[in-house]
């Protein structure tokens, strides 16, 4: 009987100790699973959190994007208004009128996304911008005629004696062409430049005596004839209103005056259209 729970006792020991090894190993493995599964989560959560990190400083970014257009367009918008309102006033003053605002491209409609609205209003500044290069590149053409011509008085109290055009010649029984008007004056007066210029020619040129030629640009010149002295050289430039002579009867003149012309391209035009309409007294 001892014998026999001996070997039963044996028995059990030997079942047992496989079956704790096998329960470890299988623990063990259960383990290894676990903690692989705990390092893929880990992982993943890691993975997750920089695409999520990533999402959000995308969305940031976009939202800089947004508002960086958004301030982009307020301070085009603001430019293009400025430029509009000085084209207008340029084209006021040149005479065309509104006309000039027809070379505008369209108005950047509502519908449009940030980027392509601010592309448009790129597009139309630019626009914008060559319409006003152009206006004021008008602008100072007209400046520059307006003070070519020659709207100075060249007496300061000019008293007209002859007109421009055909007329009785006072020095023979024809009638002849006069190219200029004549300005009675006391012998001395001074002769003032009827606009600013360079002096071509000053000298006794025949019938006009001791005269001089201004060239004021744009192929318009002025004409000072009969002087009894010159106060000024070729190649002088001289100022609107500079005393350049001094009234005379040089040549053929019936006394002391001023003949004044004005030529374009040496063209004769009437000293008239440019001036100030002088009172006329009967006479030369």
């Known amino acids: 009987m001892k014998l026999a729970k001996y070997f039963n006792g044996l028995l059990g020991q030997r079942l047992i100790i496989p079956g704790l090894l096998v329960l470890t190993l299988v623990l063990a493995a259960m383990f290894g699973a676990w903690w692989q599964a705990q390092k893929q989560s880990g992982h993943w959560q890691l993975v997750l959190s920089d695409q999520s990190t990533q999402q959000v400083h995308a969305v940031r970014r976009g939202e800089r994007v947004q508002q960086n257009l958004a301030q982009e367009l307020g301070h085009l918008q603001a430019r293009i208004t400025q430029l509009e309102n000085i084209s207008q006033d340029l084209a006021l003053r040149l005479g065309v009128g509104n006309s000039a605002m027809a070379w505008q491209p369209d108005q950047a409609g509502s519908g449009y996304d940030l980027s392509t609205a601010a592309a448009l209003l790129r597009h139309r500044l630019a626009r914008q911008e060559n319409v006003l290069g152009h206006l004021a590149a008008a602008w100072r053409q007209q400046l520059a005629l307006q003070q070519a011509l020659p709207t100075s008085q060249p007496l300061r109290k000019p008293l007209r004696s002859s007109a421009f055009g055909w007329r009785h010649n006072p020095l023979g029984a024809s009638y002849r062409m006069h190219n200029g008007l004549d300005f009675a004056a006391p012998l001395g007066t001074?002769?003032?430049?009827?606009?600013?210029g360079l002096v071509l020619r000053a000298g006794w040129r025949g019938g006009y005596g001791k005269s001089i030629e201004l060239f004021h640009g744009h192929g318009l010149a002025s004409h000072y004839a009969h002087a009894a002295r010159l106060l000024v050289r070729a190649g002088d430039i001289v100022r609107t209103g500079?005393?350049?002579?001094?009234?005379?009867?040089?040549?053929?003149?019936?006394?002391?005056?001023?003949?004044?012309?004005?030529?374009?391209?040496?063209?004769?035009?009437?000293?008239?259209?440019?001036?100030?309409t002088a009172p006329l007294h009967a006479g030369r």
């Open 190 to 196: 001074p002769i003032k430049a009827a606009s600013g």
């Open 242 to 276: 500079q005393t350049i002579a001094l009234v005379g009867s040089s040549g053929h003149s019936t006394g002391p005056h001023l003949h004044f012309e004005v030529r374009l391209a040496g063209y004769v035009l009437d000293p008239g259209m440019f001036l100030a």
